[in-house]
């Protein structure tokens, strides 16, 4: 593990639009927090892309030798159904007919076995919105002191026409206060508010709802923002060094979030913040409601009717590693044709690699390619590029398998190592062995068919008679048709 | 599903010390409460055993077409190490040197794998403790306006003295309260309570302790027993149908539920309580201490100095499902090796079950047959029962098969459909394909090396050499010693 690697990451910084140096709060220690998922529903493809851009720069920190506290949160309360005021959990519960917490529970269960069907390592700490209420009432409390927040019928909102006062709402978004009020002023219904901008921190249960908890202002729950504000403060420290998300939770998640840990603690939480771009499909933005839409299992099982086939986990991440996490990644059937045979020719060189001949030189510079490897993954993390490095070496293994290259002792070694731990610890690939145990019988029993074959031919009838029985007690069924003989396996 | 089974099951009541027939508070609808892991080590083979117990008794409620919500809970704050004030999941943080969220993060993950390989369905409802500390604190606020609790330098305790004028603690272990204090006197030297046998809802928390929360009385964290209180009234209702966990619960866990409960709600919590009975190992109780003790997946990967070899996870359950939930169970190697053979035995029945010839009758009871396996389930979840009863039909498919008794149609479906329910649905075992594709390949690849063997012996080098040149290609090497032959797969 080469640790100087980690003087040279730079990171794209969404706070300030430019690549940065990556310097840690402490040398050697990554805190990371990334904005998990809301459990009312099977998790997104567009969701699953995002997790696993972290999981890669989660393995890549890791394999360069830092040690890493990675937080990702569930959230179990308080993430609202857009124009509405009904928590997007409570609703799922009403429409199944099952508690909400019966709702949180199935699908934090399918969120994590989807994401360990796609090989994600598990974060260090996974908190929930719901086991962070007292902090996040502490927190509340903290900004009614500093007159940042204020109680209005039993709710309490985040007071951003003051925040603006001494600071800046706004700022990772790029958008002004003045423009927000004029753009949202019309949407608005909700009258308690100050001004349309602001934000719920508490809001005040309906009486049918379930999901509520004693506070000092009412019977309620905690609004959306802030419970990544209480659990990254919580499990990484008031400032950390990367927060990381979807797109999409830009604004207004974690603008309110800085919001939030400027109002409490003076301080903006993160150093870098890390924001992975959009999948689309077919070209269209993902949309339940147009029908183009496809979850992570429906491609795995090929019950679908967008794709020809079905495609397994590591295709899928292989594919989704093709892209950079900051570039639009576009999944159609073709895409994922051309990345399985990627991802086959591959997996088929690591394989190759074990049983390369060597000789007394090497026709690749081995050296510059490891560099290579590593200068694309500290260029913020460019998967695409890490991957055309890796194709350089691939091509050169098929080279010396064709002895048409050489490779020496030393540098197969060295070749083998860091192409599996590129393949393997950074990039989270399935080793899938492309000779299957099926593959192998299969094998197996044709070299014993052909040798059926000839001592038929020969007359050898004890022989051939002997080979057909022996298959049988071995549970396998010789079918002899016009000639050719096929089998069943039992 | 045979509903009308729902009226006849019987229970063994703890509480009363007799066997009940089992009236559920809404026809239909069952409410379960079982007290989950401490998540602060590797699950141990015992509560394995009593997880494994409820999920048997889960899954035949299932069955039999009851509508049940399991909530089964996870520990993750307040549960203390024996005559110390230190919590259980500090402790380890402090030893592993990581965050105390992060020891219930691994332990968690490690909980929840284990049980996966077990095959057990996770709970409709996985609670954690410290996902309710508000409801913790209100109820807490409860029986102190009750004058059941009072609060001592910060901590609060429940008044079992005062408790116990108009209620009876001790009523589910059946121990005296005046006993109770004559024999915990010695031993306590927390100054804070009125009486030795009074038990902490809210202990202040020492000023190095990481895990602490507001509340009305400190900084400080809960006690053990409050949380299961809070959980199973919060999700199944102040009263509800059962409550579960292992022996080594009963006092004083559940005995402090019963009370906590009483005291907030005026109504002992659970109508049933069912106690899973201990794993010994050896003939002797599980410690870590003596050496005597084996974790769950040191019997599956055979690393262990204890067994002879591995044991899949399916052999285990089935072990354990051999001995009825109440009585000690013993594990030895013998005890296993026994297991795995009756388990084989069993799912080859299951295979044959699917290739029997028919006839126009049938020399087995099989109605009665059928009754007996509902009567040995109703009957206070008798699993051992119920596996005698399945090998009774797997005797007699075994005499179909060989040709010594017949079954028709109509009967034959009826056995596949209970067998395989009572097997997979019912006891949550695994099928495994007895000869699986590695066992295939071994004997496909013996019957070539013998040919080659016949080749050499004729000097036939020619088709010797074939062989080891095809199988080569097939990714299977040949090694031939001291005049034998074996082989590796690569």
Same mark, same amino acid.
């Given at each position: 593990? /080469?640790?100087?690697?980690?003087?040279?990451?730079?990171?794209?910084?969404?706070?300030?639009?430019?690549?940065?140096?990556?310097?840690?709060?402490?040398?050697?220690?990554?805190?990371?927090?990334?904005?998990?998922?809301?459990?009312?529903?099977?998790?997104?493809?567009?969701?699953?892309?995002?997790?696993?851009?972290?999981?890669?720069?989660?393995?890549?920190?890791?394999?360069?030798?830092?040690?890493?506290?990675?937080?990702?949160?569930?959230?179990? &309360?308080?993430?609202?159904?857009?124009?509405?005021?009904?928590?997007?959990?409570?609703?799922?519960?009403? &429409?199944?007919?099952?508690?909400?917490?019966?709702?949180?529970?199935?699908?934090?269960?399918?969120?994590?076995?989807?994401?360990?069907?796609?090989?994600?390592?598990?974060?260090?700490?996974? /908190?929930?919105?719901? *086991?962070?209420?007292?902090?996040?009432?502490?927190?509340?409390?903290?900004?009614?002191?500093?007159?940042?927040?204020?109680?209005?019928?039993?709710?309490?909102?985040?007071?951003?026409?003051?925040?603006?006062?001494?600071?800046?709402?706004?700022?990772?978004?790029?958008?002004?206060?003045?423009?927000?009020?004029?753009?949202?002023?019309?949407?608005?219904?909700?009258?308690?508010?100050?001004?349309?901008?602001?934000?719920?921190?508490?809001?005040?249960?309906?009486p049918q709802h379930i999901m509520k908890w004693q506070s000092p202002w009412s019977l309620g729950f905690p609004?959306?923002?802030?419970?990544?504000?209480?659990?990254?403060?919580?499990?990484?420290?008031?400032?950390?060094?990367?927060?990381?998300? *979807?797109?999409?939770?830009?604004? /207004?998640?974690?603008?309110? $979030?800085?919001?939030?840990?400027?109002?409490?603690?003076?301080?903006?939480?993160?150093?870098?913040?890390?924001?992975? %771009?959009?999948?689309?499909?077919? *070209?269209?933005?993902?949309?339940?409601?147009?029908g183009n839409s496809i979850l992570p299992n429906e491609i795995i099982s090929g019950d679908n009717k967008m794709? !020809?086939? $079905?495609?397994?986990?590591?295709?899928?991440?292989?594919?989704?590693?093709?892209?950079?996490?900051?570039?639009?990644?576009?999944?159609?059937?073709?895409?994922? +044709?051309?990345?399985?045979?990627?991802?086959?020719? +591959?997996?088929?060189? &690591?394989?190759?690699?074990? %049983?390369?001949?060597? !000789? !007394?030189?090497?026709?690749?510079?081995?050296?510059?390619?490891?560099?290579?490897?590593?200068?694309?993954?500290?260029?913020?993390?460019?998967?695409?590029? =890490?991957?055309?490095?890796?194709?350089? &070496?691939?091509?050169?293994?098929?080279?010396?398998?064709?002895?048409?290259?050489?490779?020496?002792?030393?540098?197969?070694?060295?070749?083998?190592?860091?192409?599996? $731990?590129?393949?393997?610890?950074?990039?989270?690939?399935?080793?899938?062995?492309?000779?299957? !145990?099926?593959?192998?019988?299969?094998?197996?029993?044709?070299?014993?068919?052909?040798?059926?074959?000839?001592?038929?031919?020969?007359?050898?009838? $004890? =022989?051939?008679?002997?080979?057909?029985?022996?298959?049988?007690?071995?549970?396998?069924?010789?079918?002899?048709?016009?000639?050719?003989?096929?089998?069943?396996? %039992?």
């Open positions: 593990m /080469p640790s100087d690697k980690s003087n040279s990451i730079k990171i794209y910084n969404s706070l300030t639009g430019k690549k940065e140096p990556f310097k840690t709060i402490t040398k050697g220690y990554v805190g990371m927090y990334v904005c998990g998922p809301t459990v009312y529903s099977n998790v997104h493809l567009g969701n699953l892309r995002t997790f696993i851009s972290f999981d890669t720069i989660y393995r890549y920190l890791n394999h360069i030798g830092m040690k890493i506290r990675y937080v990702r949160n569930i959230t179990d &309360v308080g993430h609202m159904v857009e124009d509405s005021t009904e928590d997007r959990i409570s609703e799922k519960a009403r &429409v199944e007919k099952i508690a909400p917490m019966e709702v949180v529970q199935k699908y934090t269960n399918d969120f994590h076995d989807t994401l360990k069907k796609f090989n994600l390592i598990p974060p260090s700490i996974e /908190p929930t919105a719901q *086991g962070h209420l007292i902090e996040q009432i502490e927190l509340i409390k903290n900004m009614m002191d500093k007159k940042l927040a204020y109680e209005k019928n039993g709710s309490v909102y985040f007071d951003v026409m003051e925040y603006n006062k001494s600071n800046e709402y706004g700022i990772l978004s790029r958008r002004n206060v003045e423009d927000l009020i004029h753009n949202t002023r019309k949407l608005d219904g909700q009258s308690d508010k100050k001004n349309p901008q602001d934000f719920a921190l508490w809001k005040k249960a309906e609004g959306w923002h802030l419970e990544c504000t209480a659990m990254s403060s919580k499990y990484l420290g008031e400032q950390f060094d990367i927060h990381g998300g *979807g797109m999409d939770l830009k604004f /207004p998640h974690h603008e309110c $979030e800085i919001a939030q840990a400027n109002a409490c603690f003076n301080t903006s939480p993160a150093n870098y913040w890390m924001h992975a %771009n959009m999948l689309t499909l077919n *070209g269209s933005k993902m949309s339940k409601s147009t794709l !020809s086939k $079905e495609f397994s986990p590591s295709v899928i991440r292989f594919f989704m590693m093709q892209a950079h996490y900051r570039s639009i990644l576009d999944l159609s059937n073709d895409a994922l +044709l051309a990345s399985e045979k990627g991802y086959h020719k +591959l997996m088929d060189a &690591v394989e190759n690699l074990e %049983n390369l001949d060597t !000789s !007394s030189k090497t026709d690749f510079d081995v050296k510059g390619w490891v560099n290579n490897c590593y200068d694309a993954m500290n260029d913020d993390f460019n998967t695409p590029i =890490l991957i055309a490095k890796i194709f350089d &070496v691939v091509k050169f293994i098929n080279l010396v398998k064709a002895e048409k290259a050489e490779i020496n002792k030393n540098d197969l070694k060295q070749v083998k190592t860091k192409l599996n $731990e590129f393949v393997f610890d950074v990039l989270g690939l399935d080793k899938i062995k492309s000779n299957t !145990s099926d593959d192998k019988i299969k094998s197996v029993v044709e070299i014993l068919i052909e040798l059926r074959d000839k001592a038929r031919n020969d007359k050898d009838f $004890e =022989l051939s008679d002997k080979i057909r029985d022996d298959l049988k007690n071995a549970g396998i069924i010789l079918n002899d048709n016009n000639g050719k003989t096929d089998f069943t396996i %039992n």
